[in-house]
């Protein structure tokens, strides 16, 4: 039966990540050597979950929810008019590091759709209007 | 048949961050009940009597479930509550667990008594970390009253995987590996999270607990159609005018859902339980919701007739194509296929052998494939070939019109 050495690796590389905004290769070996996991094993892991990243990510994190509820509510032209306002492409970062979007899967706010995440918040019945407002809470 | 609060009775009505006000609807009297009036054995006979099946999807009998669990070798044994609910169109739990987090934990009580856990997990996808500090606060408040004496309840949060709702992904997920579906058997009541003897329910499943204890097994069973027992909590989204939590008698028609109470109209189809679920024609909606019929997760996903099916089942497939965790080649490399031929078909470049492509993968994919997510993918696709064959083939017979038009194709 599988050892239990594995268990705190997921919250050791959420917790890395919040300290250095990603999982560098240095990073992913720290992890590796301290709890005693092989390397591949701790990349395996920082390259499965989408929250996760090995690439430098901005400050705030904007995942616009594709997914087919808000697909319906036009959900293309939130992410057009975030990108836009942000002068980005999804999956890109802005220069000045303040933000990345993202397009997601179904974040479960099918109720307010056209929804999308801003680090841990949600925001729904987003409309191209209410973007900037909502972008400018964000440092 | 009318609304039915059953799993949602304290929602909008008790303070969620507020014990006080759980227990002044009587909360907690059912873990009493279990505790003191009752074996474990005889609140799994409870359970097993009441008909309670699986709402997470799958719909395996809860009590039967528990009775492996509690009967299985082990040292240790394991509670696992779902709550990584990402199927697409689905958001009831988030509900739940932003209203009624009480009634949850009491359900997860009663649980651990009766197969002997002593730990329990709350899994909680990475997007609803905004529920963290409700549902911490709602297992501290539960501690202080003394309700977990015997049990460790700890929340165990994901990293943004849609998979990890899959009982076997979730337990690999906890204990800090890649989200991989597992091999089965051995099944997870005989050897799941780190090898012991482990029961996954549902948020939803869970909820249904206290009250099938309080109010007993037969109360639960007069409710519902034979196979079928208690209500069903939905998510209704999509082309409706109130999108919402419904909860409604199990057997109730989805006319009733959809058109009644979410206001929806002129519907052409209706998807039941995600991007892997069924698909209703509009002609269809008398269709009972049940685990006879149709169900899944509960997630109701409603088109008007402007829709295009086949870009929404490209679509549903684009998403279990990300989704795949990659470890049966079955559902990596069908579901990529499937997106493909459907990306085709969508953009009227298709052809008949497409349509014969995805029947040949859609029963590959069910008979080989690891998990429910390659096995339910092709759901959509059939439904859709059984039900809107003509838009199908009106789109190929377009396209093999236009292909006969050289400056027509490169100008489309």
């Known amino acids: ?139 | 048949m009318p609304q039915k609060r059953l799993v949602l009775t304290n929602c909008d009505v008790i303070d969620p961050r507020d014990i006080e006000t759980h227990l002044e609807r009587g909360g907690f009297r059912a873990l009493a009940r279990a505790q003191n009036a009752m074996t474990p054995d005889e609140v799994i006979e409870a359970v097993k009597a009441s008909g309670l099946r699986g709402r997470g999807g799958a719909g395996f009998n809860c009590g039967t479930k528990w009775q492996l669990a509690s009967k299985a070798e082990g040292d240790e044994k394991f509670l696992i509550c779902n709550a990584d609910e990402g199927e697409v169109g689905t958001f009831k739990d988030r509900f739940i667990l932003a209203k009624d987090p009480f009634t949850l934990i009491e359900g997860m009580a009663i649980a651990a008594y009766a197969i002997g856990a002593k730990r329990a997990y709350i899994y909680l996808r990475a997007e609803y970390h905004h529920l963290l500090d409700l549902l911490n606060n709602a297992l501290r408040q539960a501690g202080e009253r003394g309700f977990l004496e015997h049990l460790d309840v700890r929340i165990v949060e994901g990293a943004g995987a849609y998979i990890c709702g899959e009982e076997s992904a979730l337990m690999n997920s906890i204990e800090g590996r890649r989200g991989e579906a597992r091999y089965r058997p051995p099944f997870p009541t005989t050897s799941g999270l780190w090898g012991s003897p482990t029961i996954i329910n549902n948020v939803e499943t869970l909820m249904n607990i206290p009250p099938i204890i309080a109010e007993g097994p037969q109360w639960f069973r007069d409710m519902g159609t034979s196979d079928s027992k208690g209500t069903k909590v939905f998510s209704v989204s999509g082309d409706v005018a109130k999108a919402g939590v419904y909860e409604l008698v199990m057997g109730s028609p989805l006319r009733e859902l959809v058109v009644d109470l979410a206001g929806a109209s002129n519907v052409k189809m209706v998807q039941v339980g995600g991007a892997a679920g069924a698909i209703v024609p509009g002609h269809e909606l008398d269709i009972p919701l049940s685990y006879e019929t149709i169900l899944g997760s509960g997630g109701v996903t409603v088109f008007d007739e402007s829709r295009d099916v086949i870009d929404i089942v490209h679509r549903d497939l684009l998403f279990l194509a990300e989704e795949s965790c990659g470890e049966c080649t079955p559902c990596r490399e069908g579901t990529e296929v499937m997106v493909e031929i459907l990306g085709r078909l969508s953009k009227g470049d298709g052809g008949e052998r497409d349509i014969a492509a995805l029947k040949d993968l859609s029963e590959m994919m069910m008979l080989s494939s690891l998990c429910g997510l390659g096995q339910g993918a092709p759901i959509p696709v059939l439904d859709s070939l059984r039900h809107f064959r003509n838009e199908y083939e009106d789109r190929i017979s377009k396209s093999m019109f236009l292909r006969t038009l050289p400056v027509a194709r490169h100008t489309k």
């Open chain 1, 1 to 139: 039966m599988p050892g239990r050495d594995h268990e705190p690796l997921l919250i050791s590389l959420k917790q890395a990540q919040e300290e250095h905004t990603c999982l560098t290769r240095e990073v992913i070996i720290e992890i590796s050597r301290s709890l005693g996991v092989p390397v591949s094993d701790v990349f395996g892991v920082a390259s499965f979950y989408s929250f996760l990243s090995t690439k430098p990510r901005g400050r705030n994190i904007i995942r616009v929810c594709g997914s087919v509820p808000c697909y319906l509510k036009k959900s293309q032209m939130i992410l057009e008019s975030v990108a836009d306002k942000l002068g980005i492409r999804p999956g890109e970062t802005t220069t000045d590091g303040r933000f990345s979007v993202e397009l997601t899967n179904c974040i479960g706010a099918c109720d307010t759709a056209p929804a999308m995440l801003i680090n841990d918040d949600v925001h729904g019945n987003l409309t191209p209007r209410k973007i900037s407002r909502i972008l400018k809470s964000y440092g």
